[in-house]
């Protein structure tokens, strides 16, 4: 168990900045999963399980809906920015105030404040998320303890600086190589220049034209872009290979082998040699019809935004669990030396939650 035990009595923002003071760089979060677990085990309402250092906890209240609400526990490396501050301002200051654990110390203030929800609730903490997509613990909870993360809706604690962000769009990196012949540069006519040879493919990627779909009222944008080429033997050697990579965000009403076949139908004909797939993340649909996620868009407040980017949402859509992103900290500060969220934020955010899990 941990050392300095979390006190839960704390208001959110304090906890946030215990939290941060204790490091948990991803492959760290031990200390701090024992500390979670420590915490957790001290409320009698709740029941609690962990995996390797993956905390989850439930009240089994016999409610006609199980929401989840989850967070990781780890952080990108620190950059001179532990042990956290608080400013004149109101803005705390540390590696892992914005992502995510301003949202996490709302987790645990929800779960130690809150008995007796409308709602029966289950709490995942989980760690290795700023990592590679095998090492994460949501991932691992979900393929060794599937029933640990039964639920009707989830609400992934993300930061979305106090605004619902509904679903998350799919990426998928794919590797495009084209071929050629090596040769001489001064004698380049007896070569095949495999750089050359992009060309076509760079042109069908100037000219595409993204889909704009609007989802349960969310607009999503697409995108397909190149963020890689590589190619070059010498400054004096005709090309034989050349590499582009590939990067399709795409929107959550496209699946995964559809996101796969509509790349490849952009690039048929142009004289790609190979085609890999790198890596691919599935989209979640936004799910906000569901009747849970009405009603906690009508206790929160404000308009739902479409989310840019991937989260872990698309994990809790693949267990056919509707998911959004709510979280206190503005994701443009989220691994920034600079990283800080503002108090207010966070104490809001754990009055907002409260309100739905309690009307």
């Given at each position: 168990m941990a050392d300095t035990p979390l006190d839960l009595t704390l208001d959110a923002a304090e906890l946030t900045a215990r939290l941060v003071d204790l490091p948990s760089e991803s492959g760290s979060e031990k200390?701090?999963?024992?500390?979670?677990?420590?915490?957790?085990?001290?409320?009698?309402?709740?029941?609690?399980?962990?995996?390797?250092?993956?905390?989850?906890?439930?009240?089994?209240?016999?409610?006609?809906?199980?929401?989840?609400l989850a967070g990781h526990l780890d952080t990108v490396p620190i950059a001179d920015n532990v042990p956290s501050r608080l400013d004149e301002d109101g803005v705390l200051w540390g590696c892992g105030t914005c992502d995510m654990k301003a949202g996490v110390a709302v987790q645990l203030r929800i779960a130690a404040t809150v008995p007796a929800p409308n709602r029966d609730l289950t709490f995942v903490f989980y760690d290795n998320e700023?990592?590679?997509?095998?090492?994460?613990?949501?991932?691992?909870?979900?393929?060794?303890?599937p029933d640990w993360l039964r639920g009707d809706f989830a609400v992934l604690l993300e930061p979305s600086d106090g605004q619902v962000e509904g679903g998350c769009q799919g990426t998928l990196r794919v590797l495009l190589r084209t071929t050629g012949e090596r040769a001489h540069s001064a004698r380049g006519w007896m070569g095949s220049n495999a750089v050359h040879a992009a060309a076509p493919i760079l042109a069908r990627l100037a000219a595409y034209e993204p889909r704009r779909p609007v989802i349960d009222g969310l607009e999503y944008r697409e995108g397909l872009n190149a963020v890689r080429v590589e190619g070059g033997v010498a400054g004096n050697v005709i090309p034989d290979e050349c590499v582009v990579t590939v990067n399709f965000r795409y929107a959550p009403?496209?699946?995964?082998?559809?996101?796969?076949?509509?790349?490849?139908?952009?690039?048929?004909?142009?004289?790609?040699?190979?085609?890999?797939?790198?890596?691919?993340?599935?989209?979640a649909l936004p799910g906000l019809s569901h009747p849970a996620a009405a009603a906690f868009i009508e206790a929160v407040g404000g308009t739902p935004q479409p989310k840019f980017g991937w989260t872990d949402v698309s994990r809790f859509a693949a267990l056919g669990i509707p998911a959004v992103n709510y979280g206190p900290g503005n994701p443009h500060l989220a691994h920034r030396r600079d990283e800080r969220v503002e108090v207010a934020k966070v104490l809001a955010g754990e009055e907002r939650l409260r309100a739905w899990l309690t009307a």
């Open positions: 200390p701090l999963a024992d500390a979670v677990e420590s915490a957790l085990r001290a409320l009698p309402h709740l029941t609690v399980d962990r995996y390797g250092n993956n905390v989850v906890a439930r009240t089994d209240l016999g409610r006609a809906e199980r929401v989840i700023e990592v590679a997509a095998d090492l994460n613990g949501l991932g691992h909870v979900a393929a060794a303890h009403d496209r699946s995964e082998q559809e996101a796969l076949e509509h790349v490849r139908e952009v690039f048929d004909g142009c004289g790609v040699a190979g085609f890999e797939v790198d890596d691919h993340s599935g989209a």
